[in-house]
């Protein structure tokens, strides 16, 4: 199939030329000439490519993405958190992807929040700004009042973003898929369930419900916690498309001075968000995946601030054992519980070099095990686990994946409030302190319970599906195909074997019975049938002998 057959060309044919020549002027078009090399010739052509040749491929990648607005941003942010499948450098350069937006004029914020919340905005705010505070591809922030007297923040939705969006991914869809059909490269990345996922992350993110619902919840579960606060969700004040949230009154953690600031327990700072972040993972199973300084305030009373939780991760109790165990294996640089961890959650491909990638993880735990934990950096160390895995075309789960990427930000934002932080010294104990609890007799009653449930749920359903398949048995619907590999050689030297067993027999005969022609008392045919015989049991006799050394 060709580009321009396809049904998203011939519906959406402006964007998809716009999508494929952005593509092409940033020098990102390459996989998709292979398909059909005169299309961006034909249609778009390449334009002087001589500056963007000087540009590192991270950076035209990033170019590229903010240049085609809010679903390639929110694609890069994605794939930013994916160094299994990318290269590092431009998961790296993607982190610093920037969401600007120009914003929408006063009265197109204003009509969307009287359409979603049903209302004047002079009943619904005793005060609203209508300059925005900033402006980013999803939508604007504004800053206003309640009747009560609260400073709030009001994030409103730019229009026609959400059939932007789908649009998009259906033409980046199609064009999956036709580069899985004719490329190797696309067919290792999986590049449709990339793009599938991604699809259902952003499409989440347009529906600000979801995120208050997040708000709600994390400021509930670290309500005790007295040096982190969460912004106030106000769930009267928000809707699909608009999000209202309290104000809060301090710094990013990007514009912290490096120096100087007095009475800012920076230590303190650092720890209370490692912790608050290994407490999501481990305690809770749903964490903010995108913890870079640009979401991490400092108040003005000194507490630490988190801010955008449209993105979040889940994880189950089975994912958070794995991530444990890695976690405590790379602590413990143990290299063979790496493989074996690898092993067990890991996408491998047809064929893997065991002994290379044995040896790849033990060139990168060497430094571990000689070097102090204190200076031990997380970063680099995951940095090079997942250079090695995409390396070996070794595919993470994506929320395991996420999560490593998770830990390398945690510790680069860290160190915005604390530069001498080390999060291994943060995670040894923690994972100590995990693994005793998950010793604990309460919590081996709870699995020994879980456990058990499933056994029982599983021989409760034994007897209806013994049922159903010998039903199927005896309908015939059942069929079973026995596939036997590398039997063929010995399936040959067998048939051989017999030939020349026939051939022996059948050339002695004719020798006894003197078989005619008859030259010089001797039987020609029995006697060279005889000869031609022994030398092929002769030659057979080798080969047994050959493959069986």
């Keep these: 199939m060709r580009l321009t057959a396809l049904p998203q060309y011939k519906r959406d044919t402006a964007r998809f030329l716009e999508i494929t020549g952005t593509l092409a002027?940033?020098?990102?078009?390459?996989?998709?000439?292979?398909?059909?090399?005169?299309?961006?010739?034909?249609?778009?052509?390449?334009?002087?490519?001589?500056?963007?040749?000087?540009?590192?491929?991270?950076?035209?990648?990033?170019?590229?993405?903010?240049?085609?607005?809010?679903?390639?941003?929110?694609?890069?942010?994605?794939?930013?958190?994916?160094?299994d499948l990318i290269p590092l450098d431009v998961a790296q350069e993607l982190e610093r992807l920037q969401s600007r937006a120009p914003a929408d004029d006063p009265a197109t914020a204003r009509r969307i929040i009287e359409e979603e919340l049903g209302g004047p905005v002079e009943e619904l705010f005793v005060n609203f700004h209508d300059e925005p505070l900033a402006s980013a591809s999803i939508?604007?922030?504004?800053?206003?009042?309640?009747?009560?007297?609260?400073?709030?923040?009001?994030?409103?939705?730019?229009?026609?973003?959400?059939?932007?969006?789908?649009?998009?991914?259906?033409?980046?869809?199609?064009?999956?898929?036709?580069?899985?059909?004719?490329?190797?490269?696309?067919?290792?990345?999986q590049l449709t369930a990339v793009i599938r996922e991604a699809r259902r992350s952003v499409l989440g993110e347009l529906d600000f419900r979801r995120e208050l619902r997040h708000l709600t919840y994390f400021r509930r579960a670290f309500a005790d916690e007295p040096g982190l606060l969460l912004p106030e969700p106000i769930p009267e004040r928000s809707a699909r498309r608009v999000m209202t949230m309290g104000y809060l009154e301090g710094r990013s953690v990007a514009?912290?001075?490096?120096?100087?600031?007095?009475?800012?327990?920076?230590?303190?700072?650092?720890?209370?968000?490692?912790?608050?972040?290994?407490?999501?993972?481990?305690?809770?199973?749903?964490?903010?995946?995108?913890?870079?300084?640009?979401?991490?305030?400092?108040?003005?009373?000194?507490?630490?601030?988190?801010?955008?939780?449209?993105?979040?991760?889940?994880?189950?109790?089975?994912?958070?054992?794995?991530?444990?165990?890695?976690?405590?294996?790379?602590?413990?640089?143990?290299?063979?519980?790496?493989?074996?961890?690898?092993?067990?959650?890991?996408?491998?491909?047809?064929?893997?070099?065991?002994?290379?990638?044995?040896?790849?993880?033990?060139?990168?735990?060497?430094?571990?095990?000689?070097?102090?934990?204190?200076?031990?950096?997380?970063?680099?160390?995951?940095?090079a686990f997942t250079s090695t895995l995409r390396r070996h075309r070794i595919q993470l789960p994506a929320t395991v994946s996420m999560l490593v990427k998770l830990l390398i930000m945690l510790e680069g934002t860290s160190r915005y409030l604390d530069p001498g932080f080390a999060l291994m010294e943060v995670l040894r104990p923690y994972c100590e302190k995990l693994v005793l609890r998950r010793a604990a007799p309460r919590e081996r009653a709870r699995r020994a319970l879980e456990t058990g449930r499933d056994w029982t749920r599983?021989?409760?359903?034994?007897?209806?599906?013994?049922?159903?398949?010998?039903?199927?048995?005896?309908?015939?619907?059942?069929?079973?195909?026995?596939?036997?590999?590398?039997?063929?050689?010995?399936?040959?030297?067998?048939?051989?074997?017999?030939?020349?067993?026939?051939?022996?027999?059948?050339?002695?005969?004719?020798?006894?019975?003197?078989?005619?022609?008859?030259?010089?008392?001797?039987?020609?045919?029995g006697v060279f049938a005889t000869l031609v015989a022994l030398l092929h049991g002769i030659r057979l006799l080798w080969q047994v002998r050959q493959a069986g050394s």
């Design 139 to 189: 939508g604007q922030v504004h800053r206003a009042w309640l009747a009560d007297g609260r400073a709030v923040v009001v994030k409103v939705q730019h229009p026609g973003v959400e059939e932007r969006v789908e649009v998009d991914f259906d033409i980046l869809a199609a064009i999956a898929g036709l580069l899985e059909r004719h490329d190797e490269t696309a067919r290792s990345l």
């Design 255 to 383: 514009k912290i001075e490096p120096a100087g600031e007095a009475g800012l327990d920076r230590r303190a700072l650092a720890l209370t968000g490692a912790h608050a972040f290994l407490d999501m993972v481990f305690r809770d199973g749903v964490f903010h995946a995108d913890p870079h300084p640009g979401n991490v305030m400092v108040l003005d009373d000194g507490r630490l601030a988190l801010l955008d939780f449209g993105m979040v991760g889940r994880v189950d109790r089975e994912t958070q054992d794995d991530l444990l165990d890695l976690m405590l294996a790379f602590v413990q640089a143990d290299e063979r519980e790496i493989l074996r961890i690898i092993r067990r959650i890991g996408v491998f491909p047809a064929e893997v070099d065991d002994a290379a990638l044995r040896r790849d993880i033990l060139e990168f735990q060497g430094e571990l095990s000689t070097a102090p934990i204190s200076e031990i950096e997380v970063g680099p160390l995951l940095e």
């Design 458 to 525: 599983l021989l409760g359903r034994l007897p209806g599906l013994l049922d159903d398949t010998a039903r199927r048995i005896e309908r015939g619907q059942v069929k079973i195909d026995m596939v036997h590999t590398g039997l063929e050689a010995t399936v040959n030297r067998l048939v051989s074997g017999l030939l020349c067993a026939a051939m022996l027999l059948g050339g002695a005969m004719l020798w006894a019975l003197k078989a005619p022609p008859v030259i010089a008392g001797i039987p020609v045919v």
């Design 25 to 83: 002027k940033f020098g990102l078009a390459e996989h998709i000439e292979r398909i059909e090399p005169d299309f961006l010739q034909r249609w778009l052509g390449h334009g002087d490519l001589e500056e963007v040749a000087k540009l590192g491929l991270g950076e035209r990648v990033r170019l590229a993405c903010e240049a085609l607005g809010p679903t390639f941003v929110k694609l890069g942010q994605i794939l930013s958190t994916r160094p």
